[in-house]
């Protein structure tokens, strides 16, 4: 009987130990005292048999091999780094470059199966300085102003040439310069909020602001330009006297960087009368944003040495170029024509183009560097541009159909208390509060100094998907008012532009399923990017040394996890420290399902080796999970910042309980399709012991969701703060019409009623009112708010026709209208419609 309570008392502790991740030393003399204990007992009884020799003996031997590590790493490392060498998955010089590139920040913390909260809760709620919010309520104010998209997109074929005076002159471009060169050197916060702002105005005016402020030029030449580079170009790009674009991807080469074909080749070359040392580059590229109109180029190119007029290296690899585009050889000028959006989109083309060395960015000695610069710059900015253009174009949806749902009426009830209707509603909100908490949070822990890769390619992906989602929502919703174009329509064009955010920056397939987990599994894992260095480490007793630190690291990680997995299943995550508040709950859900990510996604990589990267599926399932909880955990601590409104907790909740139990079905999807079905068996006994548990959220708290968004409700002001309203147009008719409805109703009840009784006759609305005040139904007073609300009401509701010889009859010529350059000066042709 002792005997056996012994054997479960030390079964408990090793739980205990493994659960609370203690250390291997740790754990051995902690099972050392209670055998020993037990040992003593025997021996007060006289009852020392050979079970406790035997136990005595086993636990001497895995002390000895396990914690003496020169035989350690002589009996298992050595071996198993042999074997993780073979089973490792081949890694070109570009992944490496891009696994590399950037920092961890929150994302590390789920990867670990323990985040600690108070780390998220450490990071300061996002603030504009005055300087900011002064730019976001003047200069972006007016620009928007100045902009209509319809003309844009279906007279123009661009943006007016005062608009484009406007962004120069005001440092549109030059948010990321800094002061010391004339750029306004703002936070990635601002940055993001004024993309959010104009995107859900023209998405044609924020795809030209985001890309100099992104992954371009003036980026490059900030953090690797040489002083002369930067003192040269920065000041002129900040003064809009250059126009940046930068060429990576060609008709052979998107996503695989490796395969890039645009090369460059040392050799002497004559430049301003002399000769010098240089390149002579051969490019083609496509989908290069600002291209017709840019007169500086950045290029991305493969730098051949031969002739070793640099040095002993033939092939430097990748390398990236500043290229005045009016050097001859180079064409640009031409334009692609994206889904009816007409921002300055075009291919490039150069042909024995001739540069000096010093036209490298950064100068000769970054060489080759191209590949780590992007993506350490593609690191932060992934965050920020398509996240902020997609989020601005949601919010201006999710404000135009809240209230159109509310003053559309149908069978006597806006359409906004059906409740498919509401169901459509909900989930705008949901996705709309998930989407504006991810895109701030995620910018204000870049301006703490993180460059997060995976963080950036979840909100890549996530947040442009679930626009895609509120897209078809608003169409479903406003129906026939959306889908006929033309200047009363403010969202068929956002419509339109959805898909080019899901295809640029890395098509939405490719980051799901091979970016987020691909990179994810070994930049945030705390052993396993450790495990790889070993492994290409070439003198073999440091490889062996890292190896060994690393491999049983992650063995305790892998078996602590297996045991919080298996508890925190039992009891749902409670007993987790998180958060107090009508929160809690979500904290601990996360918890529990880093703890079983965590051991889900260290057995994908010990069963499926290197060949996980071909397992796309797997992959993507376990990106999810990971994406699910960042996004989960963006959304409570954005309700932490705002100080936790109780108008705002029915779309917080909405969203952890839509991202926790699509999580908890991924799980479930992962271990229905794992290759290994007995594993799969075992691994649904540990992250499910008491079964899948979590529901989606209810009808009930989609139905609070939809009533604050078709009112002029807290949550709903909050949470479409950044939507541009304007003095007039469709957005400025909606928010007066909202603001009359709840005083405009009754009146109506009443008239309807009035008719019902036959007191006056069924007539178009305006006559019935009238009719109403001329029988002392409505006062004086009442006629005239009703006579002013439906005039405004018809106009809302109205859709735009034309005559047949008005569509079609303006052909988009191409022709750069309005970059403000000598080139291109006087040509805008306009064809009236």
């Avoid at 640099?310 to 585009?325: K, W």
């Avoid at 750069?816 to 006087?826: K, V």
Wanted: charged share 20%; glycine share 10%.
């Amino acid at each position: 009987m002792i005997t056996a309570i012994t054997i479960a008392a030390m079964f408990l502790m090793v739980l205990i130990l493994l659960y609370r991740g203690s250390g291997l030393l740790l754990t051995t003399f902690s099972l050392a005292l209670l055998l020993a204990a037990y040992s003593a007992y025997q021996a007060i009884v006289g009852d020392v048999g050979p079970g406790v020799i035997a136990s005595w003996s086993i636990l001497l031997l895995a002390a000895v091999v396990f914690n003496i590590r020169p035989l350690r790493r002589r009996l298992i490392s050595s071996p198993g780094l042999k074997a993780f060498r073979r089973i490792m998955p081949d890694m070109s010089d570009t992944e490496r470059e891009a696994l590399e590139a950037g920092t961890v920040w929150w994302e590390g913390e789920l990867f670990s199966g323990r985040p600690d909260w108070n780390q998220l809760s450490a990071l300061p709620a996002g603030v504009l300085s005055d300087e900011e919010q002064a730019f976001l309520d003047g200069p972006v104010q007016e620009l928007c102003a100045m902009v209509d998209e319809w003309k844009v997109t279906h007279e123009w074929g661009d943006l007016p040439p005062e608009a484009w005076a406007f962004i120069k002159e005001n440092g549109f471009f030059a948010m990321i310069i800094p002061k010391a060169y004339g750029g306004l050197e703002f936070s990635a916060l601002a940055q993001s909020e004024v993309l959010t702002r104009v995107a859900g105005h023209s998405p044609t005016a924020a795809s030209l602001i985001a890309v100099p402020n992104s992954l371009g030029p003036g980026e490059l030449l900030e953090k690797y330009g040489t002083d002369e580079q930067k003192n040269h170009y920065l000041p002129r790009l900040a003064r809009g006297e250059e126009i940046p674009c930068f060429g990576l991807t060609g008709p052979r080469n998107g996503s695989d960087a490796a395969s890039l074909t645009d090369t460059g080749i040392v050799c002497k070359g004559e430049w301003q009368g002399q000769e010098v040392t240089g390149i002579r580059l051969n490019w083609k590229k496509r989908y290069i944003t600002l291209a017709p109109v840019a007169t500086v180029l950045g290029l991305a190119f493969r730098l051949y040495d031969p002739d070793h007029l640099m040095g002993d290296t033939d092939d430097y690899g990748i390398t990236a170029a500043l290229i005045p585009t009016d050097l001859p050889g180079v064409t640009t000028g031409r334009r692609h024509f994206p889904l009816n959006i007409p921002f300055q989109n075009g291919p490039t083309e150069g042909e024995d183009v001739f540069i000096p060395l010093d036209f490298i960015i950064g100068g000769p000695a970054m060489a080759g560097q191209g590949w780590r610069m992007l993506m350490e710059c593609l690191a932060a900015g992934r965050a920020i541009s398509l996240p902020s253009n997609t989020t601005g174009g949601a919010l201006a949806g999710i404000y135009s159909t809240g209230a159109y749902a509310r003053l559309r009426r149908q069978f006597n009830m806006p359409i906004g208390k059906f409740e498919g209707v509401e169901e459509a509603l909900a989930r705008m909100g949901g996705y709309g509060w998930i989407m504006d908490a991810a895109r701030r949070v995620t910018a204000t822990a870049i301006d703490q100094g993180q460059e997060p890769p995976v963080a950036g390619a979840i909100l890549k992906y996530h947040v442009t998907e679930m626009a895609r989602v509120v897209g078809n929502d608003v169409m479903d919703v406003q129906a026939g008012k959306a889908i006929c174009m033309g200047p009363r329509n403010n969202t068929a064009r956002g419509y339109q532009s959805i898909p080019i955010a899901i295809t640029v920056e890395g098509a939405n397939i490719l980051t799901r399923n091979m970016i987020i987990f691909g990179q994810g599994a070994i930049r945030c894992h705390p052993w396993v990017l450790k495990q790889l260095h070993a492994a290409l480490e070439t003198d073999q007793k440091k490889a062996v040394r890292e190896y060994d630190a690393a491999l049983f690291g992650h063995l305790g990680f892998t078996m602590s996890n297996a045991v919080r997995a298996f508890w925190l299943g039992l009891t749902r995550g409670r007993g987790t420290s998180a958060p107090g508040g009508d929160t809690r709950r979500y904290y601990q859900h996360i918890s529990r399902f880093s703890a079983a990510f965590a051991l889900m996604a260290d057995v994908s990589m010990l069963t499926l080796g290197g060949a996980l990267k071909k397992r796309e599926r797997i992959s993507a399932r376990l990106g999810d999970m990971l994406s699910y909880m960042y996004l989960a955990s963006m959304v409570l601590k954005r309700y932490e910042d705002l100080g936790r409104p109780g108008d705002d907790l029915p779309f917080v909740e909405w969203a952890c309980r839509d991202l926790i139990y699509k999580l908890q079905e991924q799980l479930h999807g992962l271990l229905r399709n794992f290759p290994s079905p007995l594993l799969a068996r075992i691994l649904r006994l540990m992250v499910f012991p008491r079964g899948r548990s979590f529901s989606a959220p209810s009808d009930a708290l989609g139905h609070q969701i939809a009533d604050r968004l078709i009112s002029e409700s807290s949550s709903r002001e909050r949470l479409t703060r950044p939507v541009y309203v304007g003095q007039d147009g469709p957005m400025k008719q909606l928010a007066d019409a909202l603001a009359m409805v709840d005083a405009v109703e009754p009146l109506e009840k009443r008239v309807r009623e009035a008719v019902r009784n036959g007191r006056i006759p069924h007539r178009a609305a305006a006559e019935q009112y009238r009719l109403a005040g001329e029988a002392g139904i409505l006062d004086d007073e009442e006629c005239k708010l009703m006579l002013r609300y439906d005039a405004l009401l018809t106009e809302i509701i109205a859709v735009d026709d034309f005559d047949g010889r008005e569509l079609g009859t303006r052909p988009f010529d191409g022709i750069p209208a309005h970059s403000g350059t000598d080139r291109d000066a006087g040509q805008r042709d306009h064809v009236d419609a």
